[in-house]
């Protein structure tokens, strides 16, 4: 079975993490497919939104716990040397795509799982879904960027929480607490998630591009930096195509037709 479902369409990339008996986990095949599927949406200009989700009742477990390395009888194992050949590489160039990735979470995300999920740009999860720090359940450190996004996203206090007691939350309070943008019922989760996404797919990807280095720039940033790079950046979007074609269609007080360029 394909680990991961690939499918473009109407500048939508859409992406389904295919391992259901085990909620989806990261074995070496999804891991490459993944890595691989996020090079080709930053390289085909015709792809302008990704769309990522689980199939069946999980979004993603985490690592594979079934894999040689990480196994009950497995010598010690260098667990550094996978994050940094596959997991890093990863989501560094999910950060780095300067087109939005939308995340649809259908079910349980865990360990890495939700560090998958907090590194794509708008989560929307589906109520009956759940977020769970799963690494000290195991021995093990949040990681593949969870402890860079969480205290971002939730603050330290519930990050902390979350990190070492390691209990499942639930949409709604992951909502509640800023984890993602909106929970939404379980039947909508995916007509709301193509909706947002063919919706970005047709809008001006460089200012989104733009967006996400900005936003995400600013967490180590200081005011006077941010306000440098803003200006950087407002001179790269006031040269693009979209945004004449943006000031155009108000004054014309029509729907803006933006090629992503
Ligand atoms: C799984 C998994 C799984 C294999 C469910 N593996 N089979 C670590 C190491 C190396 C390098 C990089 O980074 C990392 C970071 C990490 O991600 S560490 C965290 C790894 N993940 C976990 O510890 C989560 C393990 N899973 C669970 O705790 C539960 O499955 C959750 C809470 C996610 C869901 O519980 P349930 O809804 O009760 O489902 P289940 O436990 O019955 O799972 C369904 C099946 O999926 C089951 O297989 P089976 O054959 O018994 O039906 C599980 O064994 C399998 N599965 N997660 N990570």
């Known amino acids: 079975m394909t680990a991961l479902l690939v499918s473009v369409d109407a500048g ?9 008996e085990k909620l989806n986990a990261f074995n070496p ?6 890595g691989k599927a996020f090079e080709q949406a930053g390289a085909d200009p015709t792809i302008r939104a990704v ?41 560094r160039r999910m950060r780095a795509l300067e087109k939005p990735i939308v995340c649809a979470v259908n079910g349980i995300a865990a360990g890495a799982g939700t560090s998958l999920a907090f590194a794509c740009d708008i989560v929307l999860a589906a109520r009956s879904a759940a977020f769970l720090q799963a690494f000290a359940r195991i021995g093990l450190v949040p990681d593949a960027g969870a402890t860079h996004f969480l205290p971002r996203l939730v603050g330290t206090a519930r ?8 209990e499942p939350l639930s949409a709604e309070d992951a909502e509640r607490w800023g984890l993602v943008w909106r929970c939404v019922d379980d039947v909508a989760l995916m007509a709301e998630a193509e909706a947002i996404t063919h919706r970005l797919a047709a809008g001006p990807t460089r200012s989104y591009g733009l967006i996400k280095r900005a936003l995400y720039a600013s967490a180590g940033n200081t005011l006077d930096r941010q306000l440098d790079l803003e200006r950087d ?23 803006a037709r933006y090629q992503g360029r």
């Open 51 to 91: 769309l990522l989700t689980g199939a069946g009742r999980g979004f993603c477990a985490g690592a594979d716990l079934d894999q040689r390395e990480v196994g009950p009888d497995a010598p010690p194992a260098d667990l550094g040397a996978g994050l940094e050949a596959v997991y890093n590489p990863m989501i």
């Open 12 to 20: 939508v990339q859409r992406l389904t993490l295919n391992r259901p």
């Open 159 to 166: 990050a902390m929480g979350m990190a070492l007691l390691a």
């Open 29 to 34: 095949a999804l891991l490459s497919a993944l």
């Open 233 to 255: 950046l407002q001179r790269e979007a006031g040269t693009t195509e979209d945004f004449r074609e943006g000031v155009s269609a108000f004054k014309q007080k029509r729907k």
